[in-house]
Structures are given as structure tokens and as C-alpha cells.
């Protein structure tokens, strides 16, 4: 088991940045990667983006391509989103999970989810 502990959500105006982190409860090991996915409103969960924990390849959705960054802090076991240019469709609950899988959009693949952190983005 591991448990995924996610801070950093709030309340921006739009053009703004935030900076969402994901804190796992052990170090993620070969093969795992981790992703951030989120939930808007009345709107089935969608993907965001992904780090693979061993060389760290990112994978992204087109909609936050150019605007988010994923990262990895291996000592720390944590990951972080960092979200610039903000946009009104952007407001959603944010999701950390963790997979066995290689660098995946697909949120079957990932066994262990955080309880969310909300980002509400104003116009």
C-alpha cells in the first residue's frame, strides 16, 4: 500500500500560476510513474500528466501542453505540478495517482489515488 497525500490547490485569477504537490508514502520504485489527473464539474476525470519515477519522462495532454510542468523529487517522494497561465477551464479537483505501468495517460493503470486538492480558477 501506499498512501499519496496531495497540497497546494487554492483559489487564482485567471493568467495566475500555482504549484500542486503529491507526497507518496514510500519511494516509488522501478516501472511506477505518477500522474496528476483532474475532475471538473459534472465531467468524468481526465488526465493531466505523468512522470516516469526512474528517468523521469513526462508525458502531457494537449490542453496543459506549453502551460504545466511535471516534476519528480526522488529524495523526498514527491512530485509536484506546476500550473502557469491559468485558465477559468482549468478549475477542477486535482488527482495524484501512482501505476505500475510505463508512462501512462490511461487511469486504470494507476493502483493508488490522493484524495484531491481544488483549484479554482476565476475570470
Known amino acids: 500500500q501506499v498512501q499519496l497525500v496531495e497540497s497546494g490547490g487554492g483559489l487564482v485569477q485567471a493568467g495566475g500560476s500555482l504549484r500542486l504537490s503529491c507526497a507518496a508514502s514510500?519511494?516509488?520504485?522501478?516501472?511506477?510513474?505518477m500522474g496528476w489527473f483532474r475532475q471538473a464539474p459534472g465531467k468524468e476525470r481526465d488526465f493531466v500528466a505523468a512522470?516516469?519515477?526512474?528517468?523521469?519522462?513526462?508525458v502531457y495532454a494537449d490542453s496543459v501542453k506549453g502551460r504545466f510542468t511535471i516534476s519528480r523529487d526522488n529524495a523526498k517522494n514527491t512530485i509536484y505540478l506546476q500550473m502557469n497561465s491559468l485558465k477559468p477551464e482549468d478549475t477542477a479537483v486535482y488527482y495524484c495517482?501512482?501505476?505500475?505501468?510505463?508512462?501512462?495517460?490511461?487511469?486504470?493503470?494507476?493502483?493508488?489515488w490522493g484524495q484531491g486538492t481544488q483549484v479554482t480558477v476565476s475570470a
Open positions: 514510500r519511494s516509488p520504485i522501478f516501472m511506477e510513474t
Open positions: 495517482a501512482l501505476g505500475t505501468v510505463n508512462l501512462s495517460r490511461n487511469q486504470d493503470r494507476f493502483n493508488y
Open positions: 512522470i516516469t519515477w526512474s528517468r523521469g519522462s513526462t
